[in-house]
């Protein structure tokens, strides 16, 4: 999991900032991204994808790397700028927002997936990153805690769509609330959603 890390310590880079995202695919809610600065060689036995991780082990390594990092970065791109932009753009500007947000300047970042981020800061992108970087893998489970503790505030502000439970994901139960109690603030409009219930009910967001 250090690989990609030492290898840019042998190009001259010293500041490595991994950089991930959560929450681009649901229904309702911010995107989420984090950029983590890990210290030289560092490494955890249980630092992984967040996806392969359980919520606990998530909220448990989520304290060890805000301890453990040499600084950690947050940015948030809500509902309304999602659908003005398109998911991937605010997906880049949430990463954009988490670089900006650290306490050290990186000279080098880490990005999952294969788009860069707006940044005139040497990078390279690797798909299925949170797997593969300790730095990455770090950002996915900061990211994900994040976005889930933002969308269980959302949930006592909207309790109909259970977003405690479902953090905004297009679960069969989520799309029955919106049946019956239309869309909140946070649902993303710009989202085509079909409902693939008994009655095959779709939901075209205008």
């Known amino acids: 999991m250090n690989y990609?890390?030492?290898?840019a310590r042998q190009r001259g880079f010293r500041r490595i900032a991994g950089i991930?995202?959560?929450?681009?695919?649901p229904l309702a809610g911010p995107v989420v991204a984090a950029a983590v600065v890990l210290p030289d060689r560092y490494s955890h036995p249980d630092i992984n994808d967040s996806k392969k991780l359980t919520s606990r082990s998530r909220e448990l390594l989520f304290e060890v790397i805000r301890t453990d990092a040499l600084a950690v970065g947050i940015g948030v791109v809500d509902s309304?700028?999602?659908?003005?932009?398109?998911?991937?753009?605010a997906t880049l500007l949430?990463?954009?927002?988490?670089?900006?947000?650290?306490?050290?300047?990186?000279?080098c970042l880490l990005v999952d997936g294969?788009?860069?981020?707006?940044?005139?800061?040497?990078?390279e992108t690797i798909v299925k990153g949170d797997g593969r970087s300790v730095s990455i893998a770090a950002a996915s489970i900061v990211a994900k805690?994040?976005?889930?503790?933002?969308?269980?505030?959302?949930?006592?502000?909207?309790?109909?769509y259970n977003f405690f439970k479902n953090k905004g994901y297009g679960t069969a139960e989520h799309r029955?609330?919106?049946?019956?109690?239309?869309?909140?603030?946070?649902?993303r409009r710009s989202f085509h959603i079909k409902d693939t219930t008994q009655d095959n009910y779709e939901l075209i967001f205008q």
């Open 4 to 7: 990609f890390e030492e290898r």
């Open 20 to 25: 991930d995202e959560a929450g681009r695919g």
């Open 80 to 89: 309304r700028v999602i659908d003005e932009l398109n998911i991937l753009r």
């Open 94 to 107: 949430a990463m954009r927002e988490a670089v900006a947000d650290l306490q050290v300047v990186p000279d």
């Open 114 to 123: 294969n788009q860069s981020v707006p940044l005139e800061i040497p990078q």
């Open 145 to 160: 805690v994040s976005r889930d503790r933002i969308m269980e505030i959302y949930h006592r502000q909207f309790p109909y």
């Open 176 to 187: 029955r609330a919106i049946r019956e109690h239309g869309f909140c603030k946070i649902h």
